[in-house]
């Protein structure tokens, strides 16, 4: 079955600084990737995703890239904001397994004021 | 339009208890998902449902834990008997994979402790 590395596990920055989160998938089937937010004591939001026939997405402060080939993808948030702050998970899926998304072990993200 | 409800927040009970949750998801989604997400883990899928089907199951310790969806609408998790590693949040998700979407909404969990 699918396998997704997520790292690094834990990430601080300072804030107005940028941060990069890099995960990468095993199955080549998988096509969609989406990234979420999880704040605690709440579950996981969907911040953005990207699909296998996109390289580069882009929603404001945040943006995702895709490298099929290598199997890997990240998100990267700009002119990070203590609300920034929160467990971001990667994940992977395919419409071959019904949808359903495997996903890494996150990252905690601390931006500093 | 209305989130993933799950109720309760926070349950805790004694090993070898049982326990159940329940889940209703987006209005018009047909797919749902049941997660246990152990704390510093990502979430791992214990039972996938399209309407009221079952489309995967082969992570779920049938020995122990059961789900129905009947109706094809609200959900039900149930544990028993409990064990000390059930000890977890158990995040429900609904998708419309159906509709090409695979974005999932989630329900804010149930936190289980078990002692």
């Known amino acids: 079955g699918e396998n997704v590395e997520q790292h690094p596990s834990t990430l601080?920055?300072?804030?107005?600084?940028s941060a990069v989160i890099k995960c990468t998938y095993s199955?080549?089937?998988?096509?969609?990737?989406?990234?979420?937010?999880?704040?605690?004591?709440k579950g996981p939001q969907l911040i953005i995703d990207i699909r296998s026939n996109v390289g580069e997405k882009k929603d404001q402060r945040i943006?995702?890239?895709?490298?099929?080939?290598?199997?890997?993808?990240?998100?990267?948030?700009?002119?990070?904001q203590p609300e920034d702050s929160a467990v971001y998970f990667c994940a992977a899926s395919s419409n071959t397994n019904a949808g359903k998304s495997t996903f890494g072990d996150g990252t905690t993200l601390t931006v500093k004021p | 339009e209305?989130?993933?409800?799950?109720?309760?927040?926070?349950k805790i009970i004694e090993k070898r208890q049982s326990v159940a949750f329940w889940c209703n998801p987006i209005s018009g989604h047909a797919t749902l998902y049941w997660y246990q997400q152990i704390l510093g883990q990502g979430p791992k899928l214990l039972i996938q449902f399209q309407n009221?089907?079952?489309?995967?199951?082969?992570?779920?310790?049938?020995?122990?834990?059961?789900?129905?969806?009947?109706?094809?609408?609200?959900?039900?998790?149930k544990i028993q008997p409990a064990k000390l590693e059930d000890s977890a949040v158990y995040?429900?998700?609904?998708?419309?994979?159906?509709?090409g979407d695979y974005g999932y909404t989630f329900g804010s969990?149930?936190?289980l402790t078990v002692v």
């Open chain 1, 12 to 17: 601080s920055v300072q804030e107005g600084d």
């Open chain 1, 27 to 41: 199955d080549s089937a998988s096509n969609y990737f989406p990234w979420y937010k999880q704040e605690l004591g």
């Open chain 1, 63 to 80: 943006a995702v890239t895709l490298n099929k080939t290598a199997k890997h993808f990240s998100l990267h948030i700009t002119e990070t």
């Open chain 2, 2 to 10: 209305a989130g993933v409800a799950q109720s309760p927040r926070y």
């Open chain 2, 52 to 77: 009221n089907g079952v489309v995967d199951d082969s992570q779920l310790p049938k020995d122990r834990f059961s789900a129905e969806r009947l109706k094809g609408v609200d959900s039900t998790l």
């Open chain 2, 91 to 99: 995040l429900c998700a609904s998708s419309s994979v159906d509709r």
């Open chain 2, 109 to 111: 969990g149930t936190r």
